[in-house]
């Protein structure tokens, strides 16, 4: 979910997404059923655009996802360039 939706509003060059619900075992925000993750993404969109800029994209993409199914997302970010 989290990669077609980033995908389908970002020219992604790659994407590494890893679940890591499993470390949250027992954490208060754990019980609301949505899962703890970390992107690596390099997109062509993030050119130029500091770090809270391409965050905010990322955020946009995922939607209402960010309220359901994703408690908490870490995320790294770079241009196409490695920036």
Not at 30 to 49: K, P, Q, Y
Not at 51 to 79: N, P, V
Request: proline share 2%; hydrophobic share 40%.
């Amino acid at each position: 979910m989290i990669e077609r939706r980033l995908r389908s509003a970002l020219t992604i060059d790659s994407i590494e997404i890893v679940d890591e619900s499993h470390l949250h075992i027992g954490h208060p925000g754990a019980s609301s059923g949505g899962g703890h993750f970390h992107v690596t993404i390099v997109a062509e969109n993030f050119e130029g655009l500091p770090t809270l800029a391409r965050h905010r994209l990322i955020y946009d993409a995922l939607g209402d996802a960010m309220q359901t199914e994703i408690h908490a997302l870490s995320i790294k970010a770079f241009d196409s360039g490695g920036h």
